[in-house]
């Protein structure tokens, strides 16, 4: 009877966990992308108003 029940736990826990690892895995996989994507965009972002102010006004 022991030996069912510790059997019966384990396969009983374990797909919870297994899908708890995954949704896990893919939110850490989003939350990093979104972190890059926005530190290229404010790369991105300095270099472009950087180059418009080294540009001369065409209006002065």
């Known amino acids: ?3 069912d029940f ?3 736990a ?3 826990v374990t797909p919870t966990i297994v899908i708890g690892l995954i ?3 893919a939110m ?9 994507e ?3 965009f404010t790369e991105v ?3 472009e108003r950087a ?3 080294a540009r001369p006004d065409p209006h002065e």
């Not at 850490?28 to 890059?36: F, G, T």
């Open 28 to 36: 850490r996989a989003i939350i990093r992308a979104d972190r890059s």
């Open 1 to 3: 009877m022991p030996d």
């Open 51 to 53: 180059r418009l102010a």
């Open 10 to 12: 384990v396969f009983s």
């Open 23 to 25: 949704f896990w895995f």
């Open 45 to 47: 972002e300095a270099e």
């Open 38 to 40: 926005r530190e290229t």
């Open 6 to 8: 510790w059997g019966n």
